[in-house]
Each structure stands twice: as structure tokens, then as C-alpha cells.
């Protein structure tokens, strides 16, 4: 078995078309992944540094998002329009990360994925405010969560320090993008992309580490 640390955004759009690849190949290759949040912009304050008014950041970033598309498994899946029209500003990923890792309290690595893969369906898919906690207690729940309690959670001093341990792993890690996958027995980064090359790339780290 290989253990991977999967570093993601839930406002990330590859991170969206990755987690869904490596559904099928953690099954495939009965791999352990290891969710760690890597939140790109954790405020409002944080977006405009990075991204300057809210009308140009959500222009920019939507760009980005026609690129990520077209590499997509299931373009229809990753919903531009909607987002560009959505009343609210681009998200941050803070929330959701905490709502991330409040799962992952509950359920564990599996809750972790099950809401990161839920919240990155409301923003990608459904043009939802996931920095609004309410819209996150309510995915929550349709993730198969007690809303309350996750909504609880998120207030918990503990899950934020939770947040920033794995952002303190990924500099020790040296993970400055995401995407990142690394196989812990190897030190292998998977290179993001297809389903075909994963595959390959996961079968040359298990000969690795064999």
C-alpha cells in the first residue's frame, strides 16, 4: 500500500478534476490518501492582495477555470457561467477548509474527502458561497453530517490549529502549488494530469517502493 499526501483547495478547479481521478485509483491500487488542506487566499484581505477588486479577481479566476475545463474529465461538471453571475464575490477557501477538517473529526480521512468532494461540487458545479458557514453546515448535512455538530466544530479552536498544521507541513514539505501529491514511501510527486498517467506513475512508485 502507498500513502499519498493529497494537498488541496476546495475553491481549487484542478484539485477538483484530480480528486475524482484519484477516487477510482485509490481503489485501483488500494492506496492511503492523506487529505491535507492548503488554503490558497484564507480572507477577503487575502483575495484582494492577490487578486485586487472582486469583479477582476473573479475574471481572472474564471479564466483559469476555462483552461482547467477543458482538461476535465466531466466539463459540464465545472460551471463558469453560473459563477460568473452568482451575486456574491469569489470565495476564499478558509471555511471551507475548516468545515474540511471539522469532517475529518468526525469520520476521518474518508469524512474529509467525502466533504472536501461535496463543498468543491457546490462551488465548481452549483456556483455556492462556500465561505458562507451556513451554506457549509447545510452541504454538511447532505454529505451525510449532523450540520450542528460540524457547524460546532468549525468554531473550535482545534480545527483551526488542525489547518495550520497542514499548512506548516506543506512548507516542510515544500509544496508551494496544488495539486500536490506525494507518495510518502518515495518522496514521488505525482505530476498532475490525465487518468492515464497517474496510473502510470503510481505503477513506477509502487516498483519504487517495492
Not at 485509483?25 to 472582486?54: C, N, Y
Not at 477543458?70 to 477557501?93: E, T
Not at 449532523?146 to 516542510?172: E, S
Amino acid at each position: 500500500m502507498l500513502t499519498i499526501d493529497f494537498f488541496h483547495d476546495t475553491v481549487c478547479c484542478w484539485c477538483y478534476n484530480v480528486s475524482a481521478r484519484m477516487r477510482g485509483l485509490a481503489t485501483e491500487f488500494d492506496l492511503d490518501i492523506r487529505h491535507r488542506t492548503f488554503v490558497l487566499q484564507a480572507s477577503k484581505q487575502e483575495m484582494a492582495e492577490r487578486w485586487g477588486h472582486p469583479g477582476q479577481a473573479k475574471a481572472t479566476i474564471l479564466g483559469h477555470w476555462k483552461t482547467c475545463r477543458r482538461a476535465s474529465d466531466r466539463p459540464d461538471m465545472v460551471n463558469i457561467d453560473a459563477m460568473a453571475r452568482a451575486p456574491f464575490d469569489y470565495p476564499h477557501g478558509m471555511e471551507a477548509a475548516l468545515a474540511c477538517k471539522a469532517a475529518q473529526e468526525v469520520a476521518g480521512q474518508a469524512g474529509h474527502w467525502d466533504m472536501f468532494d461535496r463543498i468543491q461540487r457546490a462551488h465548481l458545479s452549483e456556483a455556492q458561497n462556500i465561505a458562507d458557514p451556513a451554506v457549509l453546515a447545510r452541504l454538511a448535512g447532505e454529505a451525510g453530517f449532523d450540520p450542528i455538530r460540524i457547524a460546532r466544530l468549525m468554531r473550535d479552536p482545534a480545527i483551526a490549529i488542525a489547518v495550520q498544521a497542514d499548512r506548516q507541513r506543506a512548507r516542510r514539505m515544500q509544496v508551494h502549488a496544488i495539486p500536490a501529491l506525494i507518495v510518502r514511501e518515495t518522496g514521488t510527486r505525482l505530476i498532475n494530469g490525465p487518468l492515464g498517467d497517474l496510473r502510470a506513475q503510481l505503477r513506477a512508485a509502487q516498483r519504487l517502493a517495492a
